[in-house]
């Protein structure tokens, strides 16, 4: 490194910077949306947690035939809820989603299989494609549930047979996660939207500054400057990454006031997201933005034309929008290989911080090492394609 180097890295970062800022059009396109990020995404989790949370709270049961079950009825209203009956095209509303709860059915013959000691069949009729009315299928059947070892206690104890003979075992369930660990189970999509939102802000730069650049015909006069050609690479790929840092640091900040929206009250005491998991946030992307943006540099280089760099460069969005699914659909939890993928690592570090779970060195270093060695190796790329663009 030398004062030339040093020199020619400044002029083209400023000028790279500059040329971003006169785009005010594709400036704003950028940042607004990062901006809204944060208070659109609580505003959206918090509407769906305090929807949940207020027909837990109404403690309301559909009935279709209540009338043939009266010890179900007393015992349904004897655990505070309210019966209502079931509409007569429930089905189909169920199907269509325009009924939210799932819905009881009780034959006519209820009263009489109790009586005789014989089980009597109910249904709890619902729709897994309606996930509003799934959700209230488990809360129904622990409510039936009750009514039957209710009754089973009962006719027991009129033989002789004490309560607690009938329960050897006391089933208790004990919970390890922490109130932020179990908000994931709402946020667990955040991070994968701030990963796009670098990526997004990474992309036009790094397209603009290469394609955009030779499509203008103002990437060969570049290069047959004198100015070392390590340092024009260095100086985009540093103006490239800046811009992605920006969307990260808004995407981040977003989330501050953003939590000042919550409906839910029960979702923003756990959700605790404040100046010190933004840093956090905002350091684990720092790796993956300046590899990616190597990445996107160094295949929008090897292109002719703007439209022709977006089609190349598809095929990296589309694998970092689908790495944290990897950790979604597995069962077992975050696996160590999941640190070396980029993406994923980032995706399993910030679910961490958002389980309020500490960072070690170790878990850090494979997302350090990985988005290194894309920077190095997308910035040789780079500096490969212009001294061949240089020689033709």
Request: no cysteine; net charge positive; glycine share 8%.
């Amino acid at each position: 490194m030398n004062g030339p180097f040093f020199k020619a890295f400044r002029t083209v970062f400023a000028k790279e910077i500059l040329d971003a800022l006169r785009d005010r059009r594709t400036l704003l396109r950028l940042l607004i949306p990062s901006v809204l990020m944060g208070p659109l995404m609580l505003t959206l989790m918090s509407g769906l947690a305090a929807s949940l949370q207020e027909r837990a709270e109404q403690r309301e049961v559909l009935v279709a035939g209540i009338e043939h079950a009266p010890t179900l009825r007393n015992y349904i209203e004897r655990q505070t809820y309210t019966i209502k009956p079931a509409p007569a095209d429930y089905e189909a509303r169920l199907r269509n989603s325009k009924l939210a709860d799932p819905v009881l059915v009780v034959p006519a013959d209820f009263e009489t299989l109790l009586a005789g000691g014989e089980p009597a069949t109910v249904e709890i009729v619902s729709d897994s494609a309606n996930q509003r009315a799934e959700a209230g299928v488990g809360a129904l059947g622990r409510l039936l549930q009750g009514f039957s070892s209710e009754r089973a206690t009962l006719t027991l104890a009129m033989r002789g047979i004490g309560a607690q003979q009938l329960r050897p075992i006391d089933v208790r369930e004990r919970d390890l996660a922490s109130m932020q660990a179990r908000s994931t189970r709402l946020t667990q999509m955040l991070p994968m939207f701030i990963m796009m939102a670098v990526l997004y802000g990474a992309l036009t730069a790094a397209l603009d500054s290469t394609a955009g650049e030779r499509e203008r015909g103002s990437l060969e006069p570049l290069l047959v400057n004198p100015a070392p050609h390590s340092a024009i690479v260095a100086g985009k790929w540093a103006a490239v990454l800046m811009a992605g840092l920006l969307v990260a640091v808004l995407s981040n900040l977003s989330f501050l006031p953003g939590q000042w929206l919550m409906r839910s009250d029960a979702l923003a005491a756990m959700f605790q997201f404040g100046w010190s998991e933004a840093l956090r946030f905002l350091l684990l992307q720092i790796p993956l933005g300046a590899g990616l943006s190597a990445v996107l540099m160094a295949l929008a280089i090897r292109t002719k034309t703007f439209k022709e760099a977006q089609a190349s460069t598809t095929l990296v969005i589309t694998a970092i929008a689908l790495t944290p699914m990897v950790a979604i659909v597995n069962p077992g939890g975050g696996a160590s290989w999941h640190l070396w993928v980029p993406g994923l690592g980032q995706n399993q570090l910030m679910m961490q911080v958002l389980k309020g779970e500490p960072l070690t060195f170790a878990k850090v270093m494979p997302t350090v090492i990985v988005g290194a060695a894309l920077t190095f190796g997308g910035l040789a790329l780079v500096a490969r394609s212009m001294r061949a663009a240089v020689a033709r």
